[in-house]
C-alpha cells in the first residue's frame, strides 16, 4: 500500500498538484481525513474520509474550483462531525413543494403525452398554457381549495364552454396528483364544483329546409369550384353519419367494410368504434375514385397523407347555401336532433355520436324534451279531435 501523501492543502499547493498515470489521494496536514483526490486528466476533488461503527465512509465534498480549500476544509469537518454522530453527511434540505405549474407539467408529460391522441394532446396544451397555470400556477398543489377552484372558474365566466373545460382538465390533473401522492387522496378541491350551464340556443341545428339547401349546393360543388369532389363528399358524410371531422377525414379504404356496413374509426376521439355505414353514406363512398398508393379516402396534396382542413369549402358552400353562422362542427348537432325528432333515446344517441360520457349527450336533452311536448301535443290534438266530434254528434 503506498505511504499516504499528506500536505497542507492551499489554494497553491492544490493548483501545483498533479498524477501520472493514476489518480491519487493527497491528505490535509491539518484536519485529518479531509484530502483531495487528483485524477490524471487534471480534475481535483475535495473528500472526506473517517470511520464510523467500525466502517470506513468517503464522501466527496466538492471540485476544486467550484469551491475553495478554506472552504472545503470547513465543510468537512462538518462531515465528519455528522458522520460520528452517526448523521447524513449532508443535512437533508426538505424537498421544495409542488405547485399546480409543476403538476401542469408534469400531468402533460406524464399523462397526456402517453395517454391522449394528437388533438387531445394540444388542446389540453393550449388550455393549461394559456389558462390554468396562468390562473393557479403559483399554489402549492397541497393548498389548492374548493375556493380557489370556483374564484378561478368564475374568472372566465364570460367563456362558460372554456371554463368547464378547464374545470374538467383540473378534475384529471388533481386525480393524478392524489395518485401521485402530491395531495392526501379524497381531498379533489373540484369535487362537487358545478359546470356552468351554456346556452343551448348557441348550437345550431339545420332545418329540414336547410338540409335540402345544403344538398343542392353539394350537388354542384365540384362543378363550381366550391370544393373539390372529395371535400364535398367529406361533408355529405358528416351530414349522413353524424361523425366527428376528424374520423371522416381519417378514413382508410381499409376501414370500410362494405359488406357489413360497416366503418372501423381507429383514430375516433374516445377510441376505437365501429360505425354504422347507412346505405347513403355507403353510396357516396363507393362513388369516390380510389388515388393509387394513398390508402386514404380523401387524399391530401401530398403523396400518402389524407386531407385534414376543408374549412375552405365549407366556408364557401355554406354561403352558396345561404347558412350564415353554421360550422361544420353544428352537421354533428343536426344528425342528434333529427335522431331525437324521429324517436331515439338519450342513450342511443350517445352511442350513435361515440360519447364516452352521458353528461355530453345531457346537451341534446332540452330537444328530447321539445320533441316529447311537440308529441304530446299531437295526441293531444288527435285525442281533442275524437272528442269534440263525439260531442257534436251528440248534439
Not at 335522431?339 to 338519450?346: H, K, N, Q, V
Request: glycine share 8%.
Amino acid at each position: 500500500m503506498p505511504e499516504r501523501q499528506y500536505r497542507t492543502l492551499t489554494k497553491r499547493t492544490v493548483d501545483r498538484l498533479a498524477v501520472n498515470g493514476k489518480d491519487g489521494v493527497f491528505w490535509d496536514s491539518e484536519l485529518p481525513g479531509f484530502g483531495i483526490r487528483v485524477y490524471p486528466t487534471g480534475r481535483k476533488v475535495y473528500v472526506v474520509q473517517t470511520r464510523t461503527n467500525g466502517k470506513s465512509r468517503r464522501v466527496t465534498v466538492g471540485r476544486h474550483g467550484d469551491v475553495a480549500p478554506d472552504q472545503a476544509r470547513k465543510d468537512a469537518a462538518n462531515i465528519i462531525a455528522r458522520l460520528k454522530a452517526g448523521l447524513p453527511p449532508v443535512e437533508q434540505q426538505p424537498e421544495p413543494e409542488p405547485t399546480v405549474a409543476d403538476l401542469a407539467e408534469h400531468y402533460e408529460r406524464e399523462y397526456v403525452a402517453m395517454h391522449c391522441k394528437p388533438n387531445t394532446i394540444k388542446h389540453y396544451g393550449l388550455m393549461l398554457k394559456k389558462h390554468i397555470v396562468p390562473g393557479l400556477g403559483g399554489l402549492r398543489v397541497s393548498e389548492v381549495e374548493k375556493k380557489h377552484i370556483l374564484e378561478f372558474q368564475f374568472g372566465l365566466s364570460d367563456m362558460p364552454t372554456v371554463a368547464n373545460r378547464t374545470v374538467d382538465i383540473l378534475v384529471k390533473m388533481f386525480n393524478m396528483a392524489e395518485l401521485w401522492e402530491m395531495r392526501p387522496p379524497g381531498r379533489n378541491p373540484c369535487r362537487s364544483v358545478r359546470r356552468y350551464k351554456v346556452d343551448p340556443h348557441n348550437e345550431r341545428f339545420l332545418t329540414p329546409k336547410e338540409l335540402a339547401r345544403l344538398g343542392r349546393t353539394l350537388d354542384i360543388a365540384p362543378e363550381k369550384r366550391l370544393a373539390s369532389r372529395h371535400a364535398a363528399a367529406a361533408i355529405r358524410l358528416l351530414v349522413l353519419t353524424g361523425c366527428r371531422r376528424n374520423e371522416i377525414m381519417g378514413l382508410a379504404w381499409d376501414d370500410l367494410d362494405f359488406e357489413a356496413g360497416e366503418m372501423r374509426l381507429g383514430d375516433s376521439k374516445a377510441g376505437p368504434r365501429i360505425v354504422p355505414m347507412p346505405p347513403a353514406a355507403a353510396e357516396v363512398l363507393a362513388e369516390l375514385p380510389r388515388v393509387p398508393g394513398n390508402r386514404w379516402v380523401f387524399p391530401g396534396r401530398k403523396k400518402g397523407t389524407h386531407q385534414t382542413n376543408i374549412n375552405d369549402s365549407w366556408n364557401r358552400i355554406r354561403k352558396q347555401a345561404d347558412l350564415d353562422g353554421v360550422r361544420l362542427h353544428d352537421l354533428r348537432h343536426s344528425f342528434a336532433s333529427r335522431a331525437l325528432a324521429l324517436g331515439e333515446g338519450l342513450p342511443m344517441i350517445g352511442e350513435l355520436l361515440g360519447h364516452r360520457q352521458v353528461n355530453t349527450t345531457a346537451r341534446y336533452a332540452h330537444l328530447a324534451r321539445e320533441s316529447v311536448r311537440a308529441s304530446t301535443a299531437r295526441v293531444a290534438d288527435s285525442i281533442g279531435a275524437d272528442i269534440l266530434t263525439e260531442q257534436d254528434s251528440g248534439a
